[in-house]
RNA sequence: CGGGGUAUAGCGUAGCCCGGCUAGCGCGCCUGGUUUGGGACCAGGAGGUCGCAGGUUCGAAUCCUGCUACCCCGACCA
């Protein structure tokens, strides 16, 4: 393609609303442009991204005897009636206003709505129906372009079969099916096996990618791929313990001592000495919590160990419970229900709030001073501790999902009579599994993975060209005629070729350009080195210059290709 | 939805506190010329309802009120 032709809006500034690398560079390489918060126009070469991920995905789905769909995105608002979905997706989910249909958020329902038409027989399945399309989800908040936006493209999937066994083998083509996706794009995944959550159902997996502008905090280990979200994620830590002999309960006075570090500054103690409390109200009902040292309460634990939503108490609270201000409350004399972290399970001699400001009392013996105490895991894991699973140092940052991978059982086929007859003539639900990809985040993720302060490092399988050729000088006739030979003999030998064939842009305006599109070659026509008939290859990723001759360029450029 | 921020030409911005503007600058754009291996130079030029609507004032980009849009943090997230 003829860059002097092409619709490729370069910027050399930061557009003021962008933040994360990822939008920043499609910005500035003419990928996309906004139209709106979370709504993002594809320029043609960014759409040439998309194309190149879609068909990565249609070659993996098709291996595994995905059917590619079409299915509407303007849906009637009964069908979603039927699973009690419409109330579910609340705010999110947009609604006409001149006719009774909503925007489809994802495709469950349509699905089940064909299924249960014609799938009527286990000899029917299994199947494996898919789409790559725009859903709608009017997002409170979308952020960081395109990886959060209210109208995105997503590969998603569905499985049919008879029983959990046949879900079983489904969902392990779809996993196996979507590594191969993730790997063939380039991206350092990994995955993460996340609780079943509001979709229901009995198994899904994460498949993520860690960056800064994620929005899910996970624990990574490098050494065996353990992965979890914080919220559940657990680590390998020494318990405090006990000592040998338990010291008398003591009150000390401690005029201003707030934070654990101010009082292991005090008493000259390590924070593992102390026990932090903090007041939960559950269910109308203060619980204190007991955390060693500075160690955080995690909440989605705490909800779990309690089996119900909590939330901090208020600082008026406290007092009205505890007696004291935070930072003064312990649990000797509280008389409400009391859990420690497992971290400090039946220690002794340690130091905590007295529920009387300005007070702390030292000696205290979980076994013996408190009778009442329940252990849980609270805590959140931390970077560096140690891998519950092989020992090594968890990693924890943040994520961004790419892909989810769910067994939905029967929830959709049983509410909406999605039925089929079993060999024995016995009718039973569908039993389902629903796979999604945001085709998006698959290209804001590489580009978050791979960049630098020039622009923007294309993996070779998903970049727009594979080569971008610049003539230098083309005033110069020489340079003209060269590189067209050289754009005819690249794309005869069926090489994608991006061609700055751009007569008023100087040389250091189209390396910038090209550096900042990113292509992984570039091919470079400039007099001096055309005088030795010779071309330049630059290799965008590492920046590696080679002269190569004109003859059989191609051939030569092909061979880098193959090795980067 | 709560908190914070921003809105001036296609992009990036100055001016706003302390009203006097005929709104300044860089990039980009147009014309002509020179240049040509890391976002060139010279000369000339076009381009603005200062987010919108009210108000205060002799006078508003600037002060006040309301609204809208966008960004960030949080809440939420099949």
Known sequence: MRQSKSFI???KEVPNDAVVPSHI?????????????GIYSFLPLGYRVVKKVCEIIREEMDAIGGQEFHLPALNPREIWEETGRVQAFGDTMYHLKNR???????HEEIITFHARKVVKSYKDMPQTWYQIQTKFRNEARPRSGVIRGRQFLMKDSYSLDVDEEALNKSYRLHDEAYRKIFTRAGLNFFVVGASSGAMGGSGSEEF???SDAGEDVVAHCEGCGY???LEVATSKIDPVGREKDSREIYEISTPNVKSIDELCAFLNINERQTAKSRVYICENTPVLILMSGNDEVNETKLQKALGADVRPAHPDELKEITGADAGSIGPVGFTGKIIADNRIKESNNLFSGANKNDFHIGGIDFLRDLPNIQYADL??????EGCPNCGKPLGVFTAIELGHIFKLGTKYSASMGANYLTEEGEEKPIVMGSYGIGVERVIACSIEQSH?????????????????LLGLNMKKEVIVEASEKVYKQLTDAGLEVLFDDREDAQAGFKFKDADLLGMPIQVIIGEKKLAENKAEIKIRKSGERLEVPLENLAGTVKELLDKI
Not at 25 to 37: C, E, F, I, S, T
Not at 379 to 384: A, I, K, N, Q, T
């Open 9 to 11: 809006p370069t910027l």
């Open 100 to 106: 009774d249909y909503v925007l489809a958020p994802t």
């Open 25 to 37: 560079l499609m910005l500035r390489g003419g990928y996309v442009r906004a139209l709106a918060a």
């Open 227 to 229: 992965a979890a979200n």
């Open 379 to 384: 805590r959140s894991v931390e970077s560096g």
């Open 208 to 210: 993520m990618v860690r």
């Open 452 to 468: 630098d302060e020039y622009g923007i490092v294309w993996h070779k399988s998903i970049a727009p060209f594979q080569v971008h």
